[in-house]
């Protein structure tokens, strides 16, 4: 079998750069921000359900401190794996270019964009990245917003 | 589908030809007759059953919303009983959320994805019969109850106390508790068979960034049920062991809670809320594109927010509990997840409308729906962010305005979008066009009966007016906007009767559609309409996302349907590696079947005995179902690994 083609065809290999970037990396661009958004959104609602359990009024500024940290440490690993994309992207823009270069409109040259399977995974790490760690900020924002039990 | 070893060397390619077809014909045919119907395991069958069980269901809930408009249509009417309201609007829900949307989504996924994919069959196609046939009897099952008198009547969403055995000690929430259990089975294996036929069956070179939208769609839904089903299902069982067995598991008495009830069920209902649109906003995404006569735009990015969509959904569920008391830091959390979900959502839209911008589109009826489906979606949406607000939701919960929003999503983003892929791709299932003259009559038609249906009950929401209640006094100011939401809804309801006549003359006066009718681009087109049993003469090579369209995309020559692999010595497929879709195995798959069958019949009977506490009845079921997984599971007498050399045969 030719090294960049699919078995048994003579079409192109989708994913030629497959090999120039780590697969782990590709991962954690693409799954670090949403598995990251998750475990710090149950921490920080198991956080202020018990803070405010046994209170009508505020959590504990030691109980703020600690959202305030993991959304921190969270939004730091948002953008740790929006990095990581970005890098991966950057990295293998050889992928794809010849189908982007024979395209015949400018539109089907957008629609190609991300063409390539290495260059989709890190594009579409980019885009979770981006809308998790606008998720994370939004917690952030609400957790120095609401300080209120409030029950 | 058996598995077998890593093959280093593939059959050469061959030319599809009419000895080849005879021989696929003659491994891939269903049994003729009544033994074929109860046996087969063709995916395109079976995906044609659930489109029809599932509308059946459709229709049956629509009447039973026709009779609660009719109802509403003034004050004080008198047509039904409050107790009878109650359990028509129970059973509206159940039949659209559980026994409508999932399903036809299912058969047209079921239908499609070994079709986009340039496959033979689902990964599991006696597990895709099963799931059908327990869909169908989970569905008979619940609907026993309304033919008995004692349908569910405590809302679909079922909440305890009311659905406590104090509060309602009929059998209608063993029905329902013991039928969404019985219809989780059904969801639970169909979403296994999605993901495993997705990760094994593509065609060669189909990698992950080359599948259509609508695959991307099924696939979020499929991983989200496997992983929510459990919490709805251990609801169900805990409720049904409160009612029956004493248990305090909502009760409140002996350290049970009420809102764990709420916890679980929402955690999974609203996670299967976006598994019931994401699939049909694929079929937008790969509509669109057909008539638009151009690529989708941004493909990565609608691909990925459907899958961001679905992961942020796990975190929104208390919006749904906004009032039950839970502390305003926690709500705060939920709120902000349930605001940033329309980011993904957003992104999807504006792509639609960049496609749709960049392209030539060809108003065909199909279009109609899709474009509308992007309107009503914007405004489902909006109201949706609005209600995200937790001091705003704090106003409008339990008001019609939330029956306006969830109808304008629900129908919006599901069943407008269906009634697209239906004009889409009948032609490609029965070999016949719907008329296109009667589709524009039936989308208008839908679209002004629901606008005037559903918009009205936003202002009747904001104006007061309680959800689920059987009737209001003339003196809350809100019979004009109910005359003119029944009105709409009866407009909305010929109008889906005209969609219902279109499909009965089509199949019989229909023009002949050939296997490519709209020119579209993708693999299913490729194969004759309707396709054979085995779907492809030769399995096809995948070199971009339009394999059809390549000549015009200057990506000329990178796929192939001309030639390909034969496998025509038994009833085999492909297997390929998941992200790039490499092959690396023949997949032997099997053929008709009594078993899935036999096992859905056994289990209703377990449900049965479980319902009306004939314990030797359900034990026998049980054993039963046993046996019937023994055979199931018996090992093929062919070889199940075909080690490399004997491969040599394809």
Redesign the interface.
Known sequence: MAQDETIGSHAEHPAPARHEVDIGLLAFGLMGAPVIWGVHFLANVTIASRACASTEMSPSASTHAALLVIDAVAALVALAALYVSMQAWGSTRHEGADTRASSTTPEHHAAEVGEGRTRFIALGGIMMSTVFFIAILFDTFAAIVVTSCGK | MQSQDRLTA????VAPSPELAARLQALWETAPGLRGFFMSVDHKEIGIRYIVTAFAFLILGGCEALLMRLQLAGPNMRLLTPEQYDELFTMHGISMIFLYAMPVLSGFSNYLWPLLFGARDMAFPRVNALSYWTFLFAGLFIYAAFIMGVAPNAGWFNYVPYTGKAANPGINIDFYALGMIFLGISTTVGSINFVVTLMRTRA???????MPVMVWGTLTASLANILVVPSVSLAFLMLWLDRNFGTHFFTVGDGGQPVLWQHLFWMFGHPWVYAIVLPAMGFVSDGLPIFCR????????V???T??TM??G??VWVHHMFAT?????????????S??IT??SA?AVFCWIATIW??RPIATAAFHFYAGMIALFVIGGVSGFMTASVPVDWQLTDTYFVVAHIHYVLIGINVFPVIGAFYTWFPKMSGRMLDERLGKWNFWLMFIGFNLGFFPMHISGLLGMPRRIYTYSPDMGWSTLNLITTLGSFLFAIGVLLFIVNVVVSLRRGAVAGPNPWDAGTLEWATSSPPPPYNFTVIP?????HPLWED?????????VARG?AFDEGRETLGTSM?????DSVLRMPGDSWLPFLLGLATTFVFIGMLIHVWWLAGMALIACAVVLIFWLQPDSLPPLIPIEEASHV
């Open positions: 593939l059959p050469p390619l060669p070179g189909m990698s992950i960034n080359r151009r690529p989708l735009v941004g493909y990565t990015l691909a990925l927010s899958v961001a992961a942020l796990f975190g008391g839970i502390s305003d830091v926690a709500l705060s959390f939920f709120s902000g997840a605001l940033v980011v993904p992104i960049a392209g090579e995948v070199g971009s996302r015009r995309l200057g990506d000329a020559g990178a796929s192939s692999f992200l790039d879709s490499e092959p």
